[in-house]
């Protein structure tokens, strides 16, 4: 009986290296894998861009600073075991100073890396549908900030995080790889409180509360993460503008006077102004 065991416990041993060491491979070739997108340009258009637009964007609508840093130089994202050691890279002049200004978009709209490469952990698949002006602002903006000298932190991630990869639950990861590289650019409507620019601010809500924004476990996520709300919020009469504000504003549901948790991005929330909340709420409350 022994011998039995021990036996099993050695197959079972042999089997999780096979995997583990299947994993490793499959995740490595994905993260070095070569990507081509479509031919633009957009450099006449970061000349003549508003980098104030490209600030708000960064620090607000987009969501950019949370993990790149307020100074642009870099934040912790994630240090989690499962997971991995996960810091945003610096994006001032010192570190783009050999980027073009088509390779800084296809980064931020299509993920892919000035090497040919996807990226690894960057959710452009919410930036995708950006227009040319938003993503040239965003890039004036980018040029325009102090350098900041840094030693690049260099991630890892961990068995958790590898094993989502590989296994296609963690978008996040290889952005590259499932987002349409020959996809132009959006058309931007007119910036106001309408439904039309509400649905276009809330593609960057897409990555933790889905395309259909019915919510549910945040792909790729910290595990220690509660699921992503559902806020098609057409479905219940009691969002009106004054309780959608009343929740932006201050960070607590006036449904259950519960405050809203991480990874929910309150502190940025905060910051919209009455034009974006209401452009918001009137698109999500378009939705039953």
């Known amino acids: 009986m022994k011998r039995i065991i021990l036996r099993a416990l ?3 041993l042999v089997l999780a290296g096979a995997v583990a060491a299947l994993i490793a491979y499959r995740f490595n070739r994905m993260a070095n894998e070569p990507h081509t997108a479509a031919d633009f340009t957009i450099s006449a258009d970061v000349q003549t861009a508003d980098p104030r637009l490209g600030e ?10 949370d993990c790149h840093g307020e100074n642009l130089a870099g934040a912790k994202v994630m240090e989690n075991g499962a997971m991995g050691s996960i810091h945003g890279p610096n994006l001032t002049p010192f570190a783009l100073k050999d980027w073009s200004d088509e390779e800084i978009a296809r ?5 892919i890396h000035q090497e040919g490469r996807s990226l690894h952990f960057m959710p452009s698949f919410e930036y995708v549908g950006f227009s040319k002006g938003d993503i040239a602002a965003l890039i004036a903006y980018l040029r325009s900030v102090p350098a900041v000298e840094s030693t690049p932190h260099v991630n890892s991630f961990g068995p958790v995080a590898r ?3 590989v296994f296609g639950k963690m978008p996040i990861m290889f952005p590259a790889s499932i987002i349409d590289l020959q996809q132009g650019f959006a058309e931007k409507p007119a910036e106001g409180g309408t439904a039309e620019f509400g649905r276009y601010l809330a ?3 897409t990555g933790c509360h889905g395309a259909d924004f019915q919510g549910g476990p945040i792909p790729g996520g910290d595990p220690s993460w509660p699921p992503a709300s559902n806020i098609r919020l057409g479905a219940d009469p009691v969002w009106s503008l004054e309780s959608f504000t009343t929740m932006i504003r201050t960070g607590t549901s006036p449904t259950t006077g519960v405050a809203m948790r991480p990874p929910m991005p309150v502190h940025l929330l905060k910051q919209l102004n009455e034009e974006e909340i209401t452009a918001l709420w009137k698109y999500l409350g378009s939705l039953k």
Do not use: D, H, K, N
């Not at 964007?57 to 950019?64: E, L, P």
């Not at 980064?107 to 993920?111: D, F, L, S, V």
């Open 107 to 111: 980064a931020i709209r299509y993920g």
């Open 56 to 65: 708000r964007i960064y620090s607000v609508r987009a969501g950019c600073i």
């Open 203 to 205: 593609a960057s809500c």
């Open 163 to 165: 094993t989502l990869a």
């Open 10 to 12: 050695i197959f079972l």
